[in-house]
């Protein structure tokens, strides 16, 4: 039940093209969603965040879609680039403590 | 502004040498501090984490050990190396109080031959 399922584990996208990863959890009791990207040998980075009370949030290119019923939300990079090939974590929090999905490793061809 | 540092960025070992690997933060007080595991290609275990100077909260029984012997410096330990430990070690730190944003390090490749 602590359990965040991520998919796909991998992404090969052309570059403008719209990947999206899904993510999905049992816990009604998560109460934040973060996405993080990281880069090869970095640290994962914050990208964007929702919260269970927002069905949709967009930050620049960034957008997350949030299906409480379902509990299911995805991630979407609308214009993607080459740049934006990386691994992309979902997350989401109970108390303390983030549960993290798999990863999914993400490559926008050009 | 905060700044979170952590070395080595790569370490070859033997197996059953020990380990000590350092993270520390600069620019905030009182931090929750983490330390993560990656194995290639793979998602982020948390080994341990910390809300304060001596409190260690361990949340996978294994072969390592953490310490927090000053309020914004978390080390990672072993005393025997495993090939099993080989991986990715991320540190990470959190404001006190709000585990929503985590801000990592740049890691520590450890390859135990």
């Known amino acids: 039940q602590q359990q965040v399922k991520q998919s796909p584990q991998s992404l090969i996208v052309q570059k403008g093209g719209i990947p999206i990863i899904n993510c999905a959890y049992e816990?009604?009791?998560?109460?934040?969603f973060p996405w993080y990207q990281q880069f090869p040998g970095k640290g994962p980075a914050l990208l964007i965040a929702?919260?269970?009370d927002v069905s949709e949030k967009k930050e620049g290119r960034f957008t997350i879609s949030f299906n409480k019923s379902a509990k299911q939300f995805s991630l979407h990079i609308m214009d993607s680039q080459p740049g934006d090939s990386a691994t992309y974590f979902c997350?989401?929090?109970?108390?303390?403590?983030?549960?993290w999905g798999a990863g999914t490793k993400l490559i926008i061809k050009p | 502004s905060q700044t979170i540092h952590q070395w080595p960025a790569t370490l070859v070992q033997p197996v059953g040498s020990p380990l000590s690997l350092e993270c520390t933060v600069e620019g905030t007080s009182n931090p929750n501090l983490y330390w993560y595991r990656q194995a290639a290609g793979r998602g982020l275990q948390l080994l341990f984490y910390s809300v304060g100077i001596g409190q260690i909260s361990s949340e996978v029984p294994q072969n390592l050990s953490a310490s927090r012997p000053q309020d914004r410096q978390f080390i990672l330990s072993s005393k025997k190396l495993l090939l099993s430990d080989s991986g990715f070690y991320l540190c990470?730190?959190?404001?006190?109080?709000?585990?929503?944003?985590?801000?990592f390090g740049s890691g520590t490749q450890l390859s135990v031959l």
């Open positions: 929702i919260r269970p």
């Open positions: 990470a730190w959190s404001r006190g109080g709000n585990n929503e944003k985590l801000f």
């Open positions: 997350a989401a929090l109970v108390d303390y403590q983030l549960i």
């Open positions: 816990n009604t009791a998560f109460d934040y």
